[in-house]
DNA sequence: TGTTAATATAACAATATTGCTATGCTTCAT
DNA sequence: ATGAAGCATAGCAATATTGTTATATTAACA
């Protein structure tokens, strides 16, 4: 995720209406990244990935904002379009 | 997943026709595998997780059956109440 | 400067998921 | 056999996400 981004955020995480915004846009945030990065592996632009995904390049750019949150079924697509495996997984909390 | 599993997997795969209708399910088979299973190692029953989630045990039912395919907002929320954390990844395919 | 490629945003109808209520099915214990 | 606990299913209104079209922005470059 690389470091300044974690010091700046432990920093910014100790006040507490930040934390609590935070807490609901992070998977919107989180999502976002993961879809920006797979992406640029594949080294496709975003309408070459629209015509694998069978959709249009304006909806890639929404699935990258993030928000509103993808679908499983979006995600599983823009996996497959970028040689990209989706994990989704419950790992234990403690 | 369980040895047995894998095995009558591969056995079934061979037959393109059940090939593709396993690639339509699997994403909906997988989430449910991995729900029912955070739940277990949680030890709640539907209800509790139900209320911690602010929903309803029939609502919590439909997710475990993983159709429909649930949103990335309703398996944070699974999570959290069965003291997991989500894990969503793009991992290069090649 | 003007053109092109790449990305972003907006609006609205269509589709998918959730909340909710009611009800059915099993299992276990009494 | 009856009751209770846990889980499954169904139907419908409410909410969220996607498809689509149109348009804006930005950067690179002839």
Do not use: C, D, W
Not at 2 to 10: H, P, S
Not at 67 to 80: G, Q, V
């Amino acid at each position: 995720m690389g470091k300044k981004f974690n010091e700046k955020k432990r920093e910014l995480m100790k006040n507490s209406e930040f934390r609590k915004e935070y807490n609901n846009l992070e998977p919107e945030f989180t999502i976002a990244r993961a879809l920006i990065e797979a992406r640029a592996r594949s080294g496709l632009t975003q309408q070459e990935v629209a015509k694998k995904m069978g959709t249009t390049q304006s909806a890639v750019a929404r699935l990258e904002r993030g928000h509103p949150l993808p679908s499983i079924t979006s995600l599983k697509k823009f996996a497959s379009a970028t040689n990209s495996k989706l994990n989704i997984s419950f790992v234990p909390a403690n």
